[in-house]
């Protein structure tokens, strides 16, 4: 007779989970519903229709810019947690109880097991592309100069269209006032909401081709892309909320800074080497940065405290994203899954955490409040959203086209085009010190690609001088 016990425990920790989610939920509704009097609305006027109880996410808006972000952080990392937690309590349980070993299975035990065991390597299907690609020309039968400029112009085009879409209106709805009802402007503020949508759209898409490819087997327990995944979306959200206190041209210019966190991460998780001049393009590109912050001037943002802000929020941007570049190398490494499949398993669990941290607050309700009183945003948000996952899936193709070198350059003009954009349309203002600092990343950035292919490239001839040798040490690539 089959035993039920171990299906029943694992249901009750999913069980138990919900219930406590709601009750903290509750409980942090009440404490902010009962703040201080200045942040409470006030009651509606004699005769007036009643006012709706507003959502925990709706309360976090009424407070105060400055700390709001920290409050809304909170509350975000607590909705990540009521994924994280009874995860790791059934995959502890399951492995002390010896769970995905039974001869008995049942669709809970498969679904455990798919999580945190994997599909071993039996019908292990051949990767689409590395994790880096394999360069030039590995796409198949060598091309003609023609096609080579043809693939190479719709690479670009497909990059800069994409991201510089994704850009614009990345700012758009960040900083901009939509109008409403009777003409009443206002802001739409729930950066998550946004990370959910463009992870809902990136998976989506990668699973269609994934399924038409019919290559969804690999070796990595699904569990494994969990951490990429909080640390992607926190990277996200970080990016989306740091558009409140600094402006978008210093944005795209602190995401060059993160060489230096990616460095640090690399000795860290990967135990890499690094080279004299990727220290010295580092330096260089934090001077650039200082230049750059110095000689930019924001009349809506002021204040020292929101620049201090802005750039805190963009250090932990940038922090978290060089843990997503190594944590997924590692994993490419580790089970040789291909880009797309990383994507989707990256995605899945970002939908799920967003998903569930909008649900606990009441997220997605205020949202949509907003979108239905505010028609331009829902084009707006769909726009970003498919920007997003198309600029992913073109990053893959020419990476695995053309090489980590062509697509870096592509991805450095973008970001110049893209800091000419957002000056000229949302009109910010940058002296002559903060174009030199602009100058000084890109040059760079420039010059770190140049010493990365020259010294492979001497590599490769001393290499063939002795007649092969042992391989080069791990690179970093910009």
């Given at each position: 007779m089959?035993?039920?016990?171990?299906d029943?425990?694992?249901?009750?920790?999913?069980?138990?989970?919900i219930?406590?989610?709601?009750?903290v939920?509750?409980?942090?509704?009440?404490?902010?519903?009962d703040?201080?009097?200045?942040?409470?609305?006030?009651?509606?006027?004699?005769?007036?229709?009643?006012?709706?109880e507003?959502?925990?996410s709706?309360l976090i808006?009424?407070?105060?810019?400055?700390y709001?972000?920290?409050?809304?952080l909170l509350?975000?990392l607590?909705g990540y947690?009521?994924?994280?937690?009874p995860?790791?309590?059934?995959?502890?349980?399951?492995?002390r109880?010896?769970?995905?070993?039974?001869s008995?299975r049942?669709?809970?035990?498969?679904?455990?097991?798919?999580?945190?065991?994997?599909?071993?390597t039996?019908?292990?299907?051949?990767?689409?592309?590395?994790?880096a690609?394999?360069?030039k020309?590995?796409?198949?039968?060598?091309?003609?100069?023609?096609?080579?400029c043809?693939?190479?112009c719709?690479?670009l085009?497909?990059l800069?269209?994409?991201?510089?879409?994704?850009?614009?209106?990345?700012?758009?709805i960040?900083?901009?006032?939509?109008?409403?009802?009777?003409?009443?402007?206002?802001?739409?503020k729930?950066?998550?909401?946004?990370?959910?949508?463009?992870?809902?759209l990136?998976?989506?898409?990668?699973?269609?081709?994934?399924?038409?490819?019919?290559?969804?087997?690999?070796?990595?327990?699904l569990?494994k892309y969990s951490?990429a995944?909080?640390?992607?979306?926190?990277?996200?959200w970080?990016?989306y909320e740091a558009?409140k206190?600094?402006?978008?041209p210093t944005?795209?210019?602190?995401?060059?800074?993160?060489?230096?966190?990616?460095?640090?991460?690399?000795?860290?998780i990967?135990?890499?080497k690094?080279?004299?001049?990727?220290?010295?393009?580092a330096?260089?590109?934090s001077v650039?940065?200082i230049?750059?912050?110095?000689?930019?001037?924001?009349e809506?943002?002021?204040?020292?405290?929101?620049?201090?802000?802005?750039?805190?929020?963009?250090?932990f941007?940038?922090i978290?994203?060089?843990?997503?570049?190594?944590?997924?190398?590692?994993l490419?490494?580790?089970?040789?899954?291909?880009?797309?499949?990383?994507?989707?398993?990256?995605?899945?669990?970002?939908?799920?955490?967003?998903?569930a941290?909008?649900?606990?607050?009441?997220g997605?309700?205020?949202?949509?409040?907003?979108?239905?009183?505010?028609?331009k945003?829902?084009?707006?948000c769909?726009v970003?959203?498919?920007?997003?996952?198309?600029?992913?899936?073109f990053?893959?193709?020419?990476?695995?086209t053309?090489?980590?070198?062509?697509?870096t350059?592509?991805m450095?003009?973008?970001?110049?085009v893209?800091?000419?954009l957002?000056?000229?349309?949302?009109?910010?203002?940058?002296?002559?010190?903060?174009?030199?600092?602009?100058?000084?990343?890109?040059?760079?950035?420039?010059?770190r690609?140049?010493?990365?292919?020259?010294l492979?490239?001497?590599?490769?001839r001393?290499?063939?001088a002795?007649?092969?040798?042992s391989?080069s040490?791990?690179?970093?690539?910009v």
């Open positions: 089959r035993n039920y016990v171990p029943i425990i694992i249901l009750f920790i999913i069980i138990v989970t219930t406590v989610v709601r009750l939920s509750q409980i942090l509704h009440e404490t902010l519903a703040g201080p009097p200045e942040l409470v609305l006030p009651p509606p006027a004699e005769g007036a229709a009643p006012r709706l507003l959502s925990l709706q808006d009424q407070k105060s810019k400055e709001s972000w920290l409050l809304r509350v975000n607590f947690f009521c994924i994280f937690i995860g790791v309590l059934i995959y502890k349980y399951a492995k109880t010896k769970y995905m070993e039974r008995d049942s669709h809970l035990s498969a679904l455990v097991k798919f999580c945190y065991s994997g599909t071993g039996d019908g292990l299907d051949r990767p689409l592309d590395g994790p690609g394999a360069g020309g590995a796409t198949g039968n060598k091309r003609t100069t023609a096609q080579e043809a693939l190479l719709y690479c085009v497909g800069m269209g994409s991201y510089l879409t994704w850009g614009v209106l990345q700012e758009k960040m900083t901009q006032e939509y109008e409403g009802p009777e003409k009443r402007k206002s802001h739409f729930d950066s998550q909401f946004l990370v959910f949508s463009n992870r809902v990136g998976f989506l898409i990668t699973a269609v081709y994934l399924v038409a490819k019919r290559q969804f087997r690999h070796r990595a327990p569990y951490f995944s909080f640390s992607n979306i926190m990277s996200a970080f990016q558009l206190f600094v402006n978008f944005q795209v210019l602190a995401k060059s800074c993160k060489i230096i966190p990616v460095m640090i991460m690399g000795k860290i990967s135990r890499n690094y080279e004299f001049y990727e220290y010295l393009t330096v260089m590109i650039g940065m230049f750059f912050l110095t000689g930019s001037t924001d809506s943002k002021a204040s020292a405290m929101t620049t201090l802000t802005g750039v805190l929020l963009l250090t941007y940038m978290f994203d060089s843990f997503t570049s190594n944590w997924q190398g590692e490419f490494k580790s089970y040789s899954m291909s880009s797309i499949q990383m994507m989707c398993g990256v995605n899945l669990f970002s939908t799920l955490f967003t998903g941290s909008l649900a606990m607050q009441g997605f309700y205020s949202s949509l409040v907003f979108a239905v009183d505010h028609p945003f829902v084009v707006d769909v970003l959203s498919i920007s997003s996952a198309i600029g992913q899936l990053i893959f193709y020419t990476i695995a053309f090489g980590a070198v062509v697509f350059i592509i450095t003009l973008r970001q110049a893209a800091i000419l957002s000056c000229l349309i949302y009109q910010h203002r940058i002296s002559f010190l903060g174009v030199v600092g602009v100058l000084i990343v890109f040059l760079a950035i420039f010059l690609v140049y010493c990365n292919q020259r492979k490239a001497i590599k490769q001393h290499q063939s002795q007649g092969g040798g391989g040490k791990p690179r970093i690539n």
